[in-house]
């Protein structure tokens, strides 16, 4: 370890962390290798407390260390035996992690590395369509790794390679045999059963006819399906509906020529809770000189994605919805205005905005404290909620400032819904805490504006219905005016 000055300007002296070395069990097995890529040195450092007593199939973990995109880069250029990176999203540039990401799998064409994004900001967690995209198993904050959940996170990773890394194998192996030795389809149904019983996902392979003729214990037990009779069953009467349906039309569109592989997702109902699943479905076709290229089955197996699923909504949560309020953050606000004010624009249509600030926040906070500053902003926020329509948009935009869009709503009618949503916030009493102490009394100013034909952007209209806001706040708060 040595002491390279930092380059971001601070002043302050930066670790380099290159690789730590853990002695070799008796047996000389090697540990397993793991890539952690972060530009904190804390990171590399807990990781490795974290993983000091760890083993996994009686082999520790070697934590090898780089502090930027690049060195990552040169690492990988020179191993590849490493079956799992953690790794940060933003280092040198705000898109260094998934920058790695793109050259690890397009590049290096390196499918097989486990790859667990690890962020300190969830606010800024790439959108779901990014996380698939750029192909990452796994997306963690920081702050949630625990010893045990990055243990869980790495065990995770190692058995995706290694099973990757048996399946290669199996594919290699069963492919020269057959071509070498024999073409009967028989010897490969008895050696792809012996190989396939220990993975963890479901497979299964079916005959043109759509007949069973082999799948694995995971198959078995997800599906509930006893082992004696598995042999020669139609698909149909052991998949459950609609995966039943949605896997033949699978092998439909294989037989009819569909190029590669095929996937779908589904889901399952079980005693355990409903369960989101992809399933990857592939073709086998014959080698044999007398029959070549013929098909002779499809191949299906399931992966469950339903913590997958999850995340990817906590992600949209976290992306889109303020977390005191509940209602759409300053982005997701916009977002939602600037599609609404397009298809204003393309089928024409009224559309008016509303400005909110509540009155005199500020002397609320500093008088009873935060905690029920806040209480007092969620109860104003729901009773503003509780009075739009399900069309409208409604955001915080900072602060204890507001705006609302209202969709197919000309200047006379959004001074009716200002004026209501006034009231409304006027009758709220949040009470501090303490004896004797009086409930509070809040209300909230409006600037409304209507959209102009010659305004394009949201920001034209907010512009103006905020200078209407300030001019109720002149004139005395607790107003509405356009």
């Known amino acids: 370890m040595s002491n390279n000055q930092d380059n971001s300007g601070s002043g302050k002296p930066r670790l380099s962390l290159r690789r730590t070395e853990r002695p070799r069990p008796a047996d000389g097995a090697a540990p397993w290798p793991v890539l952690v890529v972060d530009d904190d040195p804390d990171v590399h450092s807990m990781t490795r407390v974290l993983l000091r007593d760890f083993s996994f199939q009686g082999k520790g973990f070697e934590v090898i260390s780089a502090m930027s995109g690049a060195e990552a880069r040169a690492v990988l250029a020179e191993r590849a035996d490493i079956p799992v990176m953690l790794l940060d999203v933003v280092m040198e540039t705000p898109d260094a992690g998934l920058s790695l990401i793109r050259h690890v799998r397009d590049d290096l064409g390196n499918r097989r ?63 020269r045999r057959v071509t070498e030795r024999t073409c009967q ?52 009467a052991v998949l459950p509906q609609p995966l039943a349906e949605l896997d033949r039309r699978a092998d439909d569109g294989l037989l009819l020529g569909e190029p590669g592989g095929l996937s779908f997702e589904t889901s399952l109902e079980r005693a355990d809770g409903t369960r989101a699943l992809v399933v990857s479905k592939g073709m086998v076709r014959s080698d044999c000189r007398g029959t070549p290229d013929e098909p002779v089955g499809t191949i299906g197996i399931v992966t469950d994605i ?38 204003s624009g393309r089928y024409g249509g009224f559309v008016s905005v509303l400005m909110i600030d509540i009155d005199h926040f500020k002397q609320v906070n500093d008088r009873f404290g935060h905690a029920v500053g806040d209480r007092a902003l969620k109860a104003a926020t729901a009773a503003i909620r509780a009075n739009l329509r399900e069309i409208d948009s409604f955001g915080r935009l900072g602060g204890e400032e507001f705006a609302a869009m209202l969709p197919e709503t000309p200047l006379a009618g959004a001074m009716l819904v ?8 006027a009758a709220v009493r949040p009470r501090p805490v303490g004896d004797g102490v009086p409930p509070l009394r809040i209300t909230a100013s409006l600037g409304v504006a209507e959209r102009a034909a010659e305004e394009t952007a949201v920001d034209q209209i907010l512009a103006r219905a905020d200078i209407a806001l300030y001019r109720a706040k002149a004139a005395g708060r607790n107003r509405v005016l356009a």
């Open 306 to 343: 339903t913590e997958r699923k999850r995340m990817e909504s906590q992600l949209r949560h976290l992306a889109t919805t303020d977390e005191l309020t509940g209602c759409l953050n300053r982005r997701a606000f916009f977002t939602a205005a600037e599609q609404e004010l397009e298809r």
């Open 418 to 425: 200002a004026e209501r949503l006034r009231q409304a916030v």
């Open 113 to 175: 590395l486990a790859i667990v994004l690890r962020t300190g900001q969830p606010g800024e967690a790439p959108e779901r369509d990014v996380m698939l995209a750029y192909d990452i198993n796994d997306y963690r904050s920081k702050t949630e790794l625990t010893a045990q959940k990055l243990f869980t996170s790495l065990i995770g990773g190692l058995r995706s390679w290694i099973h990757l890394s048996t399946i290669e194998a199996m594919a290699s192996t069963l492919e």
């Open 185 to 236: 389809l028989d010897e490969a149904r008895r050696f792809a059963e012996s190989l396939v019983e220990l993975l963890p996902n479901p497979l299964w392979f079916k005959d043109p006819d759509g007949s069973l003729r082999l799948y694995n214990r995971a198959f078995r037990e997800m599906f509930a399906v006893e082992p004696e009779d598995w042999h020669g069953m139609p698909a149909d």
